[in-house]
């Protein structure tokens, strides 16, 4: 396999391209362009006015099994905040290493190996949105939408510690809860109040009451406000609340359950006002992914470890779409959304090497690497 450029990595890291930041998301779009044209793609543009647009890069179609390769353009990161990239001789360090710069770049190494070993490039699409990082509001219909061109979804979030992909994730609701009741005098006017702090404090007791911890079903209000001051019925008040939920069943239990508590409390005489909702749907394991999982260990002649998530990723869409989705093939790293983030250059040559193959089996129906030697390289150290 080539040597990986981690020179020209830097010059992806250094570009700033946090998700508001759309000038300079659209300028590293150019970048990921001019690298991956001379491998024979084609391009859509999704132009969008108020973030980065989103990229699809695609190839022409033949029989066989479609590929869609999954990333994302933005970071955490505001511009002046983290911007350097730095290297020694086991890893890289800056803003989007390992989340997800480093998994794109996974990505584009990948399809370069494809293309020098097998020719020119069918069948595989490279799918780049904007705004994961702030809960791809804009760009979940747009993955949905297309997820259902492929047989199958790879997606380039940072690797486990020990190089496992990822087969399941939590969903996420989010909701934004105002409570509006009336205000009076605390002291001469006590009964003529509604107060909208007390309606709020038992919106809260009941909702996280839906928790349940051995199902990994969690409620959390993670911040909240109101009232004017000691004196006064509070007149008004707000709350943040997010649900995480591992199966369908507890995602329509809780979103159902977060809906019945809100209509419960209006008796009391105060109004509720309700934005948000569902945000990612459940990734789950399913027979086909677990299918997949097989022919990757029969492709690699070994096992990928596996492992679930908390967190979401654009994996929760392309998987709630019916596509057999696995995550994380991107370098290991820790340290993500942090000023430390940092990614282990072996581990991006791993990455590269397992992808390469997987893809041309899938895509190219070839072995690229037949030999003992060749094939053990493509299994994790211990």
Avoid at 81 to 109: I, R
Avoid at 116 to 145: H, M, R, W
Avoid at 284 to 300: D, G, K, R, S, Y
């Amino acid at each position: 396999m080539t040597q990986l450029n981690f020179d020209e990595l830097a010059a992806l890291i250094r570009c700033n391209s946090h998700s508001k930041n759309k000038v300079n998301v659209d300028q590293h779009g150019e970048q990921m362009i001019e690298l991956l044209a001379p491998l024979g793609f084609s391009l859509t543009r999704y132009q969008r006015d108020d973030i980065g647009d989103h990229l699809l890069f695609h190839t022409p179609k033949q029989a066989g099994r479609k590929v869609l390769l999954l990333g994302h353009l933005d970071t955490v990161f505001p511009e002046g905040t983290f911007t350097q990239f730095q290297q020694d001789s086991e890893w890289v360090y800056g803003p989007g290493v390992c989340d997800m710069k480093g998994g794109n770049f996974v990505a584009l190494n990948a399809l370069r190996e494809l293309r020098k070993q097998c020719g020119p490039l069918y069948n595989v699409d490279f799918l780049l949105v904007s705004d994961e990082e702030i809960g791809s509001d804009d760009s979940q219909a747009l993955t949905s939408e297309l997820a259902k061109n492929y047989d199958a979804c790879l997606v380039f979030e940072a690797a486990g510690k020990d190089h496992e992909v990822v087969v399941a994730r939590k969903g996420i609701a989010t909701f934004d809860i105002t409570v509006t009741g009336k205000a009076a005098h605390a002291g001469n006017h006590y009964s003529d109040g509604i107060d909208a702090n007390f309606a709020l404090a038992n919106l809260l007791l009941e909702m996280t009451s839906l928790t349940n911890l051995k199902l990994g079903s969690t409620v959390n209000v993670g911040k909240i406000s109101g009232g004017l001051g000691a004196n006064t019925i509070s007149p008004k008040a707000n709350m943040l609340v997010e649900a995480r939920f591992t199966t369908q069943t507890e995602q329509q239990r809780l979103l159902k359950g977060i809906e019945n508590i809100c209509l419960a409390i209006e008796i009391t005489g105060v109004e509720i006002t309700i934005s948000g909702g569902l945000q990612r749907p459940v990734m789950a394991p399913t027979p086909p992914q677990a299918q997949l999982l097989e022919e990757i260990a029969e492709i690699l002649q070994h096992d990928l470890p596996v492992e679930h998530r908390g967190g979401v990723s654009d994996a929760n869409t392309v998987s709630a779409a019916g596509i057999p989705t696995l995550d994380g093939f991107g370098p290991y790293g820790d340290g993500d959304h942090t000023m430390h983030e940092r990614a282990l250059k072996s581990s991006f040559e791993l990455r590269v090497a397992q992808v390469t193959r997987i893809l041309a089996a899938w895509c190219h129906d070839k072995d690229v690497a037949t030999n003992t030697h060749a094939a053990s390289a493509l299994a994790p150290s211990t």
